[in-house]
């Protein structure tokens, strides 16, 4: 295997992480797929970190929640061009329409009174309920950042709003519907949607933050934007199925790489789609897919186009930083993607820097 890949997987643990798991998948693998686990999945006890040990994959968790709506949107129950307004009267202002939702130019301000990148604020509510207005209470109460449709902006009020229109179309909530549409039919045994339950299923990866064990919180702290737990393979399976058209009809999935073009508010290129974000090495390399980052975890699935070369991630950070895509998720991308090894191999400019993208 490529020795710029297993030096981006290190030595663990060390100053940036207590472990990383990585699964190299594809036709252009050598054996198809290629699996990585390195460091401790506790670093208490000194266990080691294994390939299908389960995490909690923060942000991917939006891509679940965008198949579910896309789904329903496939089916005729709804059209992506349907103001808000219809759907849910009087939650939002009346010209935002589900697809600006998905794709993150709806304009709804990126501020929440859930202060996701706040260690401090973190440690003293881990255990909270949070609902989802709660969560929702600052982005509605705040003037929209820019008009709807005129530039993008990742904020998890999106993918809050996008929740709720799910539970008015069918009656049930999110979680539900992933767990009808997507995790039993391809059999994702190890993904789990957990509500309020702070634990992991074991075997699982420990999570820490500035040294603090943050690994069991509740999880309604991130709600339908960062929920959920998984494995490499799982993602993988689900990645496959999501590209490759066995969970969407081909109109619906082609909505995962439409991109919006508007500028980001950073100023940059947009580069998220309707489900998946356009990533492009130094190389000229595209990929897809989306990165993840909650309290003591990173996880992310990357993939070419057409599923030639597919990156399943988690990396058990020894703090939560600002960035959706870190230093040791960019070098593992480009180790993966590129025909040759870029240290500081970069999405389109700006689109690393996360915060509360997440």
């Known amino acids: ?182 995790l039993r039919p391809l059999g994702l045994s190890a993904t789990s949607l957990p509500g309020t339950d702070p634990t992991l299923p074991r075997p699982h990866l420990r999570g820490y933050d500035l040294g603090v064990d943050v690994t069991e919180h509740n999880p309604s702290i991130h709600g339908p934007t960062g929920e959920m737990i998984s494995n490499l393979p799982d993602l993988d399976r689900f990645l496959v199925a999501l590209v490759g058209g066995e969970l969407l009809p081909a109109a619906q999935t082609e909505e995962l790489f439409r991109l919006p073009g508007v500028p980001h508010v950073r100023g940059h290129a947009g580069y998220a789609a309707a489900g998946l974000d356009r ?17 003591g975890a990173l996880a992310g699935m990357v993939t070419t186009r057409d599923l030639r070369r597919r990156l399943t991630y988690a990396v058990s950070p020894t703090e939560r930083g600002t960035e959706r895509l870190p230093p040791v998720g960019q070098r593992l991308l480009a180790a993966a993607f590129s025909e040759r090894f870029w240290p500081t191999a970069r999405m389109i400019p700006g689109a690393v820097a996360a915060d509360a993208e997440g």
Request: proline share 7%.
């Open 1 to 182: 295997m490529n020795e710029h890949l297993l030096r981006a997987v290190g030595r663990r643990p060390d100053a940036d992480a207590y472990a990383v798991l990585v699964r190299l998948t594809g036709p252009d693998v050598p054996g198809g797929v290629w699996t990585a686990a390195e460091g401790v999945a506790d670093p208490g006890t000194g266990e080691p970190a294994g390939p299908l040990h389960r995490f909690r994959i923060g942000g991917v968790t939006k891509v679940f929640v965008t198949t579910v709506l896309l789904g329903l949107v496939g089916e005729g129950a709804l059209d992506l061009s349907d103001p808000v307004e219809r759907l849910l009267p009087g939650l939002l202002h009346p010209d935002i329409t589900v697809r600006q939702l998905l794709d993150h130019t709806s304009g709804l301000a990126d501020e929440s009174d859930v202060r996701y990148n706040d260690t401090a604020w973190f440690l003293k509510h881990r255990y909270d309920t949070f609902t989802a207005h709660e969560r929702l209470a600052l982005p509605r109460a705040l003037p929209l950042s820019f008009a709807p449709g005129t530039r993008q902006q990742l904020t998890r009020a999106n993918h809050e709003v996008v929740a709720l229109v799910i539970e008015r179309i069918t009656g049930r909530g999110h979680a539900q519907e992933i767990e009808d549409r997507v």
């Open 279 to 295: 990533l492009v090495l130094p190389d000229g390399v595209e990929v897809w897919g989306m990165a993840g980052v909650v309290h």
